[in-house]
């Protein structure tokens, strides 16, 4: 019996991707797979269930009847947890799922025997980068986030003589150089604005001046060591965090567009901007918090909404990702399906859980937990997989993989005081922002 693949319709609020598209549809069904999709489920991306079914794809009324059988089942978001009962045991949940804030309904996943891996764990090698969703995602985040700025701040970006006077260019100042923030620097550049960064990894100083920027940052001895193996920022320390906000402070006091990208996996956001530096601000400067969701980089960012402090504009939109629904959703449906080409060899589900890409991603297994730091057991009781075993399901075959690597770029993929780098107008580098 073929292998099902099951997509479902997205029902957390503001989400508007879906986790395929017909293009990736095309390619399942030419491996064998039988792909079932739940009426409805492109819709915020401009994907009708008609598209889906030329491409071979067979649409069913409920995610029910979507998930029935199936061996894979997709999403952009956890499903709901009357979804996940109906699940079958032994069968693979992938998806943006964000296991640090929702370990209650990972606990579910685990306790229904779900095999659940995680797209934003995806490691950081060359190998996995097409694979890296949390950088897909958050190149288009950088973008948007400019233009949401250029859409609230009340002058034009680029310097412009006219017979009737000057318009002075925009200065825009970027916090965090991951993925997300080298889009927007490269973004901003395009439209003409005098931009500037900051970012506590070392790596990121070459990466913004790249693009033509200016790098901002206390170039300390710890700034040198700020970075983890995987590419991610520290935690600094107090008497840094302090130099470093009276430098950005006086940045700051100078901008009239600030667009905060600062993440820490697991952890709340760090404050960067204080209600002090809001208000130091000219009247009529937008500050983009691209944070928001895990609590903001900006003080009196509110999730969700727009609103004015000290006369400055502070954008909070959630899942910024899901406002560019088309263009998200196509990038990473293809990460899904470079995924799944790994894991489904010769008409088979056959995952070899001694692959880093699959160990990286895996959070629960058959009931086990497979990292620490998840659902209510001790480290003690964590499993790891038995070495080279594969799941076993009929199913078609297809494979690819690879990942982001550090690069320059415009077109830059996002991440958030993560790391990476993305080459002008065309790739993106290492994780960031959602």
Known sequence: MALKIAVLKEQAAHETRVAATPDTVKKYVASGITVQIEAGAGDGAYIDDKSFKDAGATIVKTAAD????????????????DVLKQITKGSLLVGLLSPFANKKTLELCNKQNITAMAMEMVPRISRAQSMDALSSQSNLA?????????????HAFPLMMTAAGTVAPAKVFV??????????IATAKRLGAIVSATDVRPAAKEQVESLGGKFVAVQDDEFKQAETAGGYAKEMSAEYKKKQAALVAETISKQDIIITTALI?????????????VKSMRSGSVIVDMAVEAGGNCAGAEFGKVVKKHGVTIIGHANMPARLAADSSALYSKNLLNFVNLIVKDGALAVDWDDEIVTGMSLCKDGAWLKEGFGSTSSATVKAPAAKTSTATAAPKKTATTKPAAKKASTAKPKTASKA??????????????
């Open 66 to 81: 979507a998930i029935k059988g199936a061996g894979i089942v997709l999403c952009v978001q956890f499903p709901k947890d």
């Open 175 to 184: 916090m965090g150089a991951g993925v997300a923030g080298l889009q927007a």
């Open 265 to 277: 996996p697991g952890r709340a956001a760090p404050k960067l901007v204080d209600d002090a530096m």
């Open 421 to 434: 780098a993305s080459k002008a107008a065309a790739k993106p580098a290492k994780k960031d922002n959602k």
């Open 142 to 154: 950088g973008y948007k986030a400019v233009l949401d700025a250029a859409e609230h701040y009340p």
